[in-house]
């Protein structure tokens, strides 16, 4: 065992997967001599040379594309969108076209979207956003979003040699994180099983990306307090494990969802709704959302905090269903 | 492809695209397609330049592009009329077909949408150093799109071996260029670029067919992107059901006086290449592969729909 950085694993994994296969490169903006706005491809480019750690023009919407291109002509582009904001200016290719390759032409389509959500650093409305949720919606996509290193290595070497476009949110809250890692890199990971993070039985609670760090930490305290929580870390959104979701809402009967984006229009509601069609008659309490205001993201620190999904709102719920 | 073949082919995809309108008004057909007619010229003489390694980007006005690169007529049309035969078993329909194996990469049906799909394709040429040319089509309306300049900076900053093809049919639909475009030349934007740009009559299949040979060379020799404007007209309206009151009859006649496959016909028949007999032996030819497109397109079974969930994913 060793101890690393969400980061360090991230950048460990892409060297691996980039010695592994000659078809692999890395394109995004700043990603190689400064090595990324949060450092993530830091050095790589003394390995791996300016051809396969590709520095792009600030045009997200053409080095979205070009990688696409690039991806069904036999590559396997892996491209960094700095901050999630900025990927607005790449959802027509993404939207239009990576989500279409299999679907409607029957072409693969390897491709995998590395971006930076979430809030909490003071960034602002447009560098603090977790835009998931544009993409759940749109047949064609993978979306992963791991909560720990580990997770985050096996899911990154899955989505690198799937043959489909993945969406692959490394929220910038982890990547300072440190977590306890095996020696050699985990194994890859099979989109579609979420990781029961706890076991429990009082109540569950469903989370992703950062939001499962923070539940996790949550379901510590609670049992503290006697109360039993089950967490459920989705690991990958699209697609989504609602077989264990069902079986966790059927066992405890109370689920709450946690999302740091604004609860309307969120993916929660989504697993919300598909609770209510798989499991209802076992719930003992209404699903709940623990999720952002509807309100863009502000700077200053108490007013940014007070947008973001707030830990002692898990707490609080899960005291009243079970005080 | 020699004079002929390409004569062939030209009145090939003219006959294939004016059985494309004639089947949307008899409802034997639904959807949308837009139609090249006037085009036939830019999208043949690019094909008889390139090299089978070659790649090719179309439009949302591409049947005519895929057919000059040697789409099979039969599969196009089945995709039209929504059948498991088509390129894309009905998925797709008119602006959605995609035939790597010809080096066809297709379009998505969003203007500009594949101008950095081209590009794409040509740093995949680049990185695995093929000599392939990729040719991204795209039309005068595009040239607006935000990703055009964007892709024309990183493919001139990365030197990829991509023609831009501009077919300029003096209409985004309805807005003429004249309304469309702050100057009209859209050669004159490589400048910005620093990369070459050129016009040539988009209704000479010669000019065309010379002009994409030398740039295409160039690109090949691993001098960067080219800017190749095709001056060209859209005889058609921009699809089914356009009433076309954006332009006057009086204009449209004056175009059909430079139609491309007349210009062409007239020339080989001054250089005695071709016969009046001959050319109507050509076409009847031509119209018999369009036929049996529509009668194989119309005999093939509909795409079964219980099977798609499965196709989400590779």
Redesign the interface.
């Known amino acids: 065992m060793r101890s690393v950085t969400f980061t360090q694993l991230i950048r460990e994994t892409l060297a691996a997967e980039l010695r592994r296969d000659p078809s692999v490169f890395l394109m995004g903006e700043d990603i190689g001599v400064y090595g990324g706005s949060f450092g993530v491809t830091r050095g790589l480019i003394d390995e791996f040379g300016p051809e396969r750690i590709r520095d792009t023009p600030i045009s997200e919407q053409a080095l979205t594309g070009v990688a696409i291109g690039a991806a069904v002509a036999g590559q396997r582009p892996v491209i960094e969108i700095m901050f999630m904001d900025f990927i607005t200016l790449a959802v027509d290719q993404l939207v239009n076209m990576a989500a279409k390759l299999h679907p409607i032409y029957g072409r693969p389509c390897p491709l995998v979207i590395r971006t930076p959500p979430g809030g909490g650093r003071g960034y602002g409305a447009t560098h603090s956003q977790s835009l998931e949720r544009l993409f759940a919606g749109v047949p064609g996509i993978k979306i992963a979003a791991p909560s720990n290193a580990t997770d985050a290595s096996a899911l990154l070497q899955t989505a690198i040699r799937d043959n489909n476009s993945v969406l692959f949110l490394e929220h910038k809250l982890l990547y300072p994180q440190r977590f306890d890692v095996e020696d050699d890199l985990p194994t890859p990971l099979p989109f579609g099983f979420a990781r029961v993070a706890r076991e429990g039985e009082d109540l569950t609670i469903v989370a992703w990306s950062h939001q499962a760090f923070v539940a996790e930490r949550a379901a510590a305290q609670l049992a503290t307090e006697g109360i039993d929580a089950e967490v459920i870390d989705l690991r990958t959104l699209c697609p989504l494990d609602i077989d264990t979701l069902a079986e966790s809402a059927r066992r405890t009967g109370r689920v709450m969802i946690l999302e740091e984006g604004p609860k309307t229009g969120g993916f929660a509601a989504e697993i919300a709704a598909q609770i209510m069609e798989h499991a209802h008659e076992y719930l003992e309490k209404p699903v709940r959302r623990i999720a952002g205001a509807d309100f863009p993201i502000p700077s200053a620190k108490n007013l940014e905090a007070a947008c973001l999904p707030a830990y002692d709102n898990i707490l609080a719920l899960a005291r009243e269903w079970m005080g | 492809m020699d004079t002929i073949q390409a004569y062939s082919l030209m009145c090939m995809i003219r006959l294939f695209e004016e059985a494309i309108e004639r089947l949307f008004l008899e409802g034997r057909i639904m959807g949308t397609a837009h139609t090249c007619i006037g085009q036939e010229a830019v999208a043949v003489g690019t094909a008889a330049a390139l090299d089978a390694r070659d790649?090719m980007?179309t439009t949302h006005r591409g049947h005519g592009h895929f057919l000059a690169r040697g789409a099979d007529p039969k599969r196009v049309m089945a995709e039209l009329f929504g059948r498991e035969t088509g390129y894309?078993?009905g998925?797709?329909g008119s602006q959605?077909?995609?035939d790597?194996a010809i080096g066809f990469?297709?379009a998505?049906?969003?203007t500009g949408?594949?101008?950095?799909?081209?590009?794409?394709?040509?740093?995949?040429?680049k990185?695995?150093d093929t000599g392939r040319v990729t040719v991204c089509f795209f039309g005068d309306g595009a040239s607006n799109q935000?990703?055009f300049h964007?892709?024309l900076?990183?493919a001139a900053?990365w030197k990829l071996p991509v023609l831009f093809v501009v077919e300029n049919n003096g209409y985004a639909m309805s807005t003429p260029t004249a309304r469309g475009l702050a100057n009209p030349h859209i050669a004159d934007r490589a400048s910005a670029y620093g990369i070459t740009g050129v016009s040539v009559d988009g209704n000479d299949f010669f000019a065309v067919r010379d002009g994409v040979a030398q740039h295409a060379a160039a690109c090949r020799a691993g001098q960067g992107p080219v800017l190749l404007e095709c001056v060209t007209y859209r005889l058609s309206g921009h699809s089914r059901g356009d009433p076309r009151v954006y332009r006057s009859r009086e204009e449209e006649a004056a175009a059909w006086e430079n139609d491309p496959i007349l210009r062409l016909e007239t020339h080989l028949k001054v250089d005695g290449t071709l016969t009046d007999d001959a050319a109507k032996t050509l076409r009847e030819k031509a119209q018999a592969c369009v036929d049996d497109a529509i009668r194989f397109a119309e005999s093939s079974p509909l795409p079964d729909s219980a099977s798609?969930q499965e196709?989400?994913?590779?």
Do not use: C, K, Q, Y
């Not at chain 2, 949408?113 to 040429?125: M, Q």
């Not at chain 2, 196709?311 to 590779?314: E, V």
């Open positions: 790649a980007t894309s078993r998925r797709g959605m077909m995609m790597p990469f297709g998505n049906g969003i949408g594949s101008i950095p799909f081209a590009a794409g394709v040509a740093l995949d040429a990185l695995r935000g990703v964007e892709t900076n990183l900053l798609l196709d989400l994913f590779a």
